[in-house]
């Protein structure tokens, strides 16, 4: 498993109008997929539909985890079990 470099960690936030609080960070794929399971919903549906996890992952290599998130469609009511498998994959 690659870490990202120092100072690239996935920086996990509310959403700026939930005030954007800072509610964990990852190193690594495994850190991301325990974010996406532990943080509140509303963060995981910010990141998840802004596409912030595919350009991060891209940068560690997870090639194959970037093809699932690119071609998955996100329902807010089971966002967290397709980012996980789709990190998985």
């Given at each position: 498993?690659?870490?990202?470099?120092?100072?690239?960690?996935?920086?996990?936030?509310m959403?700026?109008?939930?005030?954007?609080?800072?509610?964990?960070?990852?190193?690594?794929?495994?850190?991301?997929?325990?974010?996406?399971?532990?943080?509140?919903?509303?963060?995981?549906?910010?990141?998840?539909?802004?596409?912030?996890?595919?350009?991060?992952?891209?940068?560690?290599?997870?090639?194959?985890?970037?093809?699932?998130?690119?071609n998955?469609?996100?329902?807010?009511?089971?966002?967290?079990?397709?980012?996980?498998r789709?990190?998985?994959?």
């Amino acid at each position: 498993m690659v870490d990202a470099p120092i100072g690239k960690e996935f920086v996990f936030r509310m959403p700026p109008d939930r005030g954007g609080a800072v509610v964990g960070r990852a190193r690594n794929l495994n850190e991301l997929a325990n974010l996406v399971k532990t943080a509140p919903l509303e963060a995981v549906l910010f990141h998840a539909k802004g596409n912030h996890f595919a350009p991060w992952l891209e940068m560690l290599g997870e090639r194959t985890a970037v093809s699932s998130l690119r071609n998955m469609a996100l329902n807010d009511k089971t966002a967290r079990v397709a980012l996980l498998r789709a990190m998985r994959s």
